[in-house]
């Protein structure tokens, strides 16, 4: 494939962008001819996310309104957590009130919600120790079914089974969950748990997340698959720590778990602003010794805009999810933020609004309908807002290639 940027904005232009012919109806419904209006994209329909784990609604510190304001400007995708061991710490109570505090500050944001996780094989709550499995599998299957109908309508894409690769063998804590998936076998224990999440929310986005993207991954999505357990989309993580990929192995794995014919949505993204560890460890404690450098902070720049662009150009990527927004708190103790511990922006942070709200962003223009009551242009895919007069209304443009929209202004 060709990873020279002619080929890339090509593709990025023929997937992501449509030639928009669009009648306006007044508040009568016949056209409005002759009318300049104004029209502006407010949203796109690709999603640029991040986890929401910083976000604190009721805090009033500078620095989380620096947190939350950056956040906003950037993204219209979140993670919110729910780790069944945090989240449940005394089994019947749940922390609902928290993450709906959450939930509500992104959808007052216009920010779409997923949930992470429903099964994992780490954070297991400590309660579940010393039960049957058949009660530990009837546990797990109601706590699905619990928060995807509690939150059904804000949070309607889970990631439902996170890194299933790994599950039966997983040893490095007490947790009942791999012993489960050997006692049902990795395959059985992702149908039932597809299937509770599914009858919660029929409506919903059902993920399998892994961060295995070896061939492993790829049979087990096959398995799946061959069991018509109900996979809507399929993720990957791809941290980073280590060191950046590159646009070659980047458009591989697209390609590899693209052929499945399911949406991609890179889940987990994390690219450092500092050396890489010599021998990363992914589990303990975090490091502390591990601070953000200039020089790592433009590397982190040029990985990460690379590695955004190579995924907008391709057609099987829908989301990309950035992995902790601020160096404060950081998974591992990792430089691996947007922002920094003291919430002022990275150069990543630039780089990526660069692209998300300027490059790849349709700005406001003024156009005037033609006798018809139509007037054409070319944008991105997404949500867009027309004004006319003192009269506003929206449209969205959700088809790449020729695009043919209509709107009522009221």
């Given amino acids: 494939m060709d990873l020279t940027r002619q080929a890339i904005q090509a593709r990025i232009r023929q997937i992501r962008t449509a030639e928009v012919t669009l009648t306006v109806l007044g508040s009568d419904g016949k056209p409005m001819a002759n009318t300049q209006v104004v029209i502006g994209q407010s949203r796109h329909k690709f999603l640029f996310g991040c986890n929401a784990f910083g976000v604190s609604p009721?805090?009033?510190?500078?620095?989380?309104?620096?947190?939350?304001?950056?956040?906003?400007?950037?993204?219209?995708?979140?993670?919110?957590?729910?780790?069944?061991?945090?989240?449940?710490?005394?089994?019947?109570?749940?922390?609902?009130?928290?993450?709906?505090?959450?939930?509500?500050?992104?959808?007052?944001?216009?920010?779409?919600?997923?949930?992470?996780?429903?099964c994992w094989q780490q954070v297991s709550p400590p309660w579940l120790e010393g039960l049957p499995i058949n009660e530990v599998e009837k546990l797990q299957l109601g706590r699905i079914s619990r928060e995807v109908t509690a939150f059904r309508g804000s949070v309607d894409t889970w990631d439902v089974v996170n890194e299933a690769v790994a599950m039966p063998d997983y040893t490095q804590e007490t947790t009942r969950i791999p012993e489960m998936a050997r006692a049902l076998g990795t395959v059985e224990l992702i149908g039932r748990t597809f299937a509770a999440a599914r009858a919660a929310n029929p409506g919903a986005t059902l993920i399998l997340n892994d961060y295995d993207t070896s061939d492993k991954y790829e049979k087990l999505i096959t398995d799946c698959l061959a069991k018509k357990i109900p996979i809507d989309v399929i993720g990957i993580q791809s941290h980073q720590h280590a060191g950046y990929w590159g646009a070659e192995k980047t458009w591989d794995v697209c390609q590899r778990f693209g052929r499945f014919g399911k949406p991609l949505n890179f889940t987990e993204t994390t690219f450092i602003s500092a050396q890489p560890k010599k021998d990363q460890r992914w589990s303990g404690p975090n490091y502390a010794d591990w601070p953000t450098t200039p020089e790592g902070e433009a590397r982190q720049a040029r990985e990460a805009a690379e590695f955004y662009t190579i995924l907008f150009s391709h057609p099987a990527v829908e989301a990309i999810t950035w992995w902790d927004f601020s160096d404060k708190g950081c998974w591992l103790g990792a430089p691996a933020g947007l922002l920094r511990k003291d919430m002022s922006p990275k150069p990543a942070y630039e780089a990526l609004l660069n692209l998300i709200k300027k490059e790849w962003w349709t700005g406001p223009q003024a156009l005037t309908t033609d006798a018809a009551g139509e007037v054409t242009f070319h944008g991105f895919l997404g949500t867009y807002t027309i004004a006319a007069d003192k009269s506003r209304a929206t449209f969205e443009v959700s088809t790449a290639g020729v695009s043919n929209v209509r709107v009522s202004i009221r």
Avoid at 69 to 82: C, E, G, I, Q, V
Wanted: hydrophobic share 40%.
């Fill in 58 to 118: 009721l805090e009033a510190t500078d620095d989380q309104q620096a947190y939350q304001k950056s956040f906003a400007d950037l993204l219209n995708f979140a993670t919110l957590p729910f780790y069944w061991g945090a989240y449940e710490k005394v089994e019947g109570k749940p922390d609902q009130a928290r993450l709906r505090g959450m939930a509500q500050w992104c959808i007052d944001q216009g920010i779409r919600l997923k949930g992470h996780p429903l």
